[in-house]
């Protein structure tokens, strides 16, 4: 494993452990998972170096930071906690109040990284980061992240705080680039961090589905990437990341996640569905690409233009009609 030079206390891995799909009825992993494989990912994740959980209030209504802290036990004292509030009534009293929920459910004293989840599009960061620097002050939060939030707004949090917003959390991976843009020259520049959420485009990257084996669940039914025009779209993609892969003998999946990596500010929480799949995730932390395999790959996703936003609607509503 391979760990973040960031000046927080605690060693921060670069391949972090996603846990929406605890307990999560969207994932529909269902409750051998839940009861049993979750747990065991957890415990070979720290067996293997792993110290960066990431969860949140909402996965599962509560249920994935349940099992998430059942499963770190007294391990979570010395791994990097992250979850996050949904700010849907963004104000500071509310802001502690689940920061202790949510604390409570973990089974732990201190959240590591309390994140907002995504910018309120009504509210701004004022009263969100009263309460989070209230936090601070009593040791409930030992850092404060955002997620989804853009550049400007991100600076803006970090200004209404008073202190550094140590993340953000995007999506971003070889099917979503735009952190590129600004966020990773900002976080690289500032001693910041970029943690890339659906780092292998919710399995996408894998090179496991096609027009002809699509995955069943909600969340991939409502992702646009899986429908069977941008599964076609995106064969040339997963043929390029495949030839890496083949030069490393390693998968897709695990070039998908070295190129996040590539990033010197980012750290990636690929959520796993087996005891496997995290192996295989964190021996990615240890591939290095060359400069000219890492060009190749953004070559490749150049070229990839997935049916997205209104034009993909019509697909979404037939393909949920089929399943
Ligand atoms: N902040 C936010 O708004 C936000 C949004 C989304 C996610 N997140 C966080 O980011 C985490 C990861 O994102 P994500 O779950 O959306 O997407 P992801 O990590 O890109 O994809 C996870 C899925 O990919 C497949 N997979 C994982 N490892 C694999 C491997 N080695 N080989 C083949 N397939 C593999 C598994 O699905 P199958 O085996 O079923 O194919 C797994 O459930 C989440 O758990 C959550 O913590 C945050």
């Known amino acids: 494993m391979r760990y ?5 206390g605690k060693k921060i891995s670069r391949i972090g452990l996603g846990t929406w799909q605890f307990g999560s009825r969207d994932w529909g992993y269902g409750e051998g998972y839940a009861g049993q494989v979750a747990h065991a990912v957890v415990r070979r994740a720290l067996e293997l170096g792993v110290t960066l959980f990431d969860t949140a209030e909402v996965y599962g209504f509560g249920r994935s930071e349940r099992i998430l802290g059942q499963a770190l036990g007294e391990d979570a004292a010395s791994v990097f906690v992250a979850t996050k509030i949904l700010p ?4 500071a009293p509310v802001v502690e109040q689940r920061a202790v929920a949510s604390a409570n459910r ?3 004293r201190r ?6 989840h995504q910018p309120n599009p009504l509210v701004r960061d004022g009263t969100t980061m009263r309460g989070m620097r209230a936090l ?5 939060v030992g850092e404060v992240g955002v997620s989804n939030y853009s550049l400007e707004r991100w600076q803006a949090a970090e200004a209404a705080l008073g202190s550094r917003v140590l993340s953000n959390q995007v999506r971003y991976s070889l099917v979503a680039r735009s952190p590129e843009r600004d966020l990773l020259p900002f976080a690289e520049s500032h001693g910041r961090i970029v943690i890339a959420y659906s780092p292998l485009a919710q399995g996408l990257l894998s090179g496991r589905y096609n027009r002809a084996s699509r995955p069943g669940n909600s969340v991939r039914a ?4 899986f429908l069977p025009d ?6 040339d993609l997963i043929a390029a990341v495949r030839e890496v892969a083949d030069a490393h003998a390693a998968t897709p999946a695990q ?6 990596l590539y990033r010197p500010a980012v750290v990636a929480i690929p959520g796993a569905s087996s005891v496997e799949q995290l192996e295989s995730n964190v021996a990615a932390a240890d591939i290095e690409l060359t400069e000219q395999e890492y060009q190749a790959l953004q070559a490749a996703s150049d070229q990839f233009h997935p049916v997205v936003g209104r034009a993909a609607l019509p697909g979404l509503v037939r393909a949920r009609f089929r399943h």
């Open 4 to 8: 973040l030079s960031a000046d927080v």
């Open 88 to 91: 849907v009534v963004p104000v």
């Open 106 to 108: 973990l089974g732990i």
């Open 111 to 116: 959240l590591d990284l309390y994140q907002v």
């Open 136 to 140: 601070q002050r009593v040791g409930l």
């Open 222 to 225: 409502n992702n646009p990437l």
């Open 230 to 235: 941008n599964l076609d779209r995106a064969g």
């Open 255 to 260: 070039i998908a996640l070295a190129w996040v």
